[in-house]
């Protein structure tokens, strides 16, 4: 599975990005897509996921209320729509697919992942 990210930019704080993510290649055994993201000097961490089977989401406490993932099954995409964007939100984005049976609990964890996006930029200042 080949993933390509795009949407990132330059926005004000309070301002809101949509980022998206197209899968192509061998989709059909994909069981989550999710987006993470990797801060200056931090470690990747989840920020949300989506089901493939049944569009069911998950995000992280961070997020909650700001950002909302979804999903087109017929384009095989992504997105990742971003409000009352924050400073602190400044990142890069990757979005990542797996065919693992995930749970709640490990779909949070990079490792689970075999499939990456080459990450977008997304810089939240004034």
């Known amino acids: 599975v080949q993933l390509q990210a795009s949407g990132g930019g330059l926005v004000q704080p309070g301002g809101s990005l949509r980022l998206w993510c197209a899968a192509s290649g061998r989709t059909a055994s994909t069981s989550v897509m999710a987006w993470f993201r990797q801060r200056p000097g931090k470690v990747r961490e989840f920020i949300a996921a989506?089901?493939?089977?049944?569009?069911?989401?998950y995000d992280a406490d961070s997020v909650n209320g700001r950002f909302t993932i979804s999903r087109d099954n017929a384009k095989n995409t992504i997105y990742l729509q971003m409000n009352s964007l924050k400073p602190e939100d400044t990142a890069v984005y990757y979005c990542a697919a797996t065919s693992h049976a995930v749970t709640i609990a490990t779909m949070r964890q990079t490792r689970y992942y075999r499939n990456w996006g080459q990450g977008t930029q997304v810089t939240v200042s004034s």
């Open positions: 989506i089901r493939w089977s049944n569009g069911m989401t």
